[in-house]
């Protein structure tokens, strides 16, 4: 049994723009997740049959599913909630199947493909064993590929690689048949529901005490569609006409050091 269990669900082939690029980031995650502190922790990716995968480190395992493709998967192409519940759906479901996989976990981490993480999660979770587990409340935003980090502090709500939960919290079934359709969107496919629902069960999760991951944005794979940062917190109208706001955000710009290598990169100095 693993301390963490790092789950990364990965869409069906067909509902992916660019399969090489997918590849790529995902390579980049489990380098990321592979260079924890303290080595009690596994990852599990969830990828249908059929799907190519990069070759991965030590520590991580494949599950496939036979899920069939998310047709409403492009925000543009129908009403966005409808696109955001089928999304919530598919991610759901995937996740159940890698948490079922690894059930003996301590805890799980919920990790999209394309995003990284603090080297320091699991000695964290080793150090507060008794916690039911954190939110990833403040957290940096990359350009893909770009040499600075913006420091961003309502994390939990942009981006889904911003939780940490004790397994047990969950109530996974016994089987997969086991669960309803509302659970798997509201506990798993969902990263802003499940914080409320736990809080509301009296078993609250804490804000993780620093800055404990980075969501990727501005590449083509993304389905997301998050814009640059760049341009989102610098250069638009809606930056510029708040300077004080601009400025604050230029407090919070880190740039991609041999410390933010070695952390959340998997990069050696």
């Keep these: 049994m693993s301390l963490v269990t790092f789950i990364i669900p990965v869409r069906h082939q067909d509902n992916a723009r660019d399969w090489g690029l997918l590849k790529a980031n995902l390579t980049q995650t ?41 047709v409403l998967h492009e925000i543009d192409k129908a009403n966005v909630e409808d696109v955001y519940d089928a999304f919530r759906a598919d991610k759901g479901r995937r996740v159940l199947m890698g948490m079922l996989a690894a059930r003996d976990s301590g805890f799980f ?9 603090s080297a320091r999660i699991v ?20 350009d ?13 709500h942009l981006c889904g690689t911003s939780l940490i939960i004790r397994a047990a919290l969950y109530g996974l079934p016994e089987r997969f048949e086991d669960a309803s359709l509302d659970w798997i969107k509201s506990m798993l496919g969902s990263h802003v529901r499940i914080a409320d629902i736990l809080a509301n069960n009296g078993t609250p999760l804490a804000p993780l005490p620093f800055r404990g ?20 917190y610098f250069l638009s109208w809606e930056a510029l006409k708040r300077p004080r706001r601009l400025l604050r955000n230029m407090g919070k710009l880190r740039l991609v050091d041999d410390g933010a290598r070695r952390e959340f990169f998997g990069q050696p100095a």
């Design 30 to 70: 489990v380098a990321s997740i592979s260079n924890q502190t303290n080595g009690d922790w596994q990852g599990i990716i969830v990828a249908n049959e059929g799907a190519d995968l990069p070759d991965l480190p030590a520590g991580f395992s494949v599950v496939r599913v036979t899920f069939p493709p998310n």
């Design 109 to 117: 981490m919920i990790v999209d493909d394309d995003d990284f993480v």
């Design 123 to 142: 000695e964290h979770v080793a150090e507060n064993r008794g916690a039911n587990g954190w939110t990833i409340d403040k957290g940096y935003i990359w």
């Design 144 to 156: 893909d590929g770009g040499k600075i980090l913006l420091g961003y502090d309502d994390f939990s």
């Design 213 to 232: 991951a980075v969501y990727r944005v501005g590449h083509a794979g993304s389905h997301s569609k998050a814009p640059s940062l760049l341009v989102k």
